[in-house]
């Protein structure tokens, strides 16, 4: 089925590919305003991108570079991560957000009119994450 073209496509545990998806749903929104955009990368000082903040709350689903060599057990990769959210969010050039290895000012790429949910709003985004982690059989105590 799907899935399993999926899975051979990424050549990864498909579990990363589900969680990396629901994060993408839980954690963010299409927002309103035409000038929201999430940075696909960190800048040199901070650490910004959507896939920081995936790697900091699941490290076991990220691919990692351990003494110059990869851990690609199941996890995702940053290009492979930012696909998923592209998905969602169409692709933009902007000067808003870091760009990878370049002089600051030049534009990086981030996932357009996407915002953060507000997860202590104690509202629709905060119960939009409960319902989207609880999908996959996580609890939002993991995210807080």
């Known amino acids: 089925g799907e899935g399993a073209a ?3 496509r990424y050549g990864r545990d498909p579990r ?28 040199a000082d901070e ?32 290009l492979q991560f930012n696909k998923l959210g592209y998905e969602m969010y169409v692709k933009e050039q902007s000067r808003r957000v870091p760009a990878p290895k370049a002089k600051p000012g030049n534009p990086g790429y981030g996932f357009r009119r996407a915002k953060w949910r507000n997860a202590l709003d104690g509202g629709e985004d905060q119960e939009a994450m409960q319902l989207v982690l609880a999908s996959i059989g996580l609890s939002l105590a993991r995210v807080d």
């Open 6 to 8: 999926k899975s051979m």
């Open 47 to 78: 650490k910004l991108s959507v896939y920081c903040l995936f790697a900091e709350l699941f490290p076991e689903h990220v691919v990692t570079r351990e003494g110059g060599s990869f851990n690609a057990k199941a996890g995702l990769t940053r």
């Open 16 to 43: 990363s590919v589900v969680v990396a998806r629901a994060f993408f749903q839980a954690a963010t929104k299409l927002s309103d305003d035409d000038e929201d955009i999430l940075p696909q990368e960190d800048g």
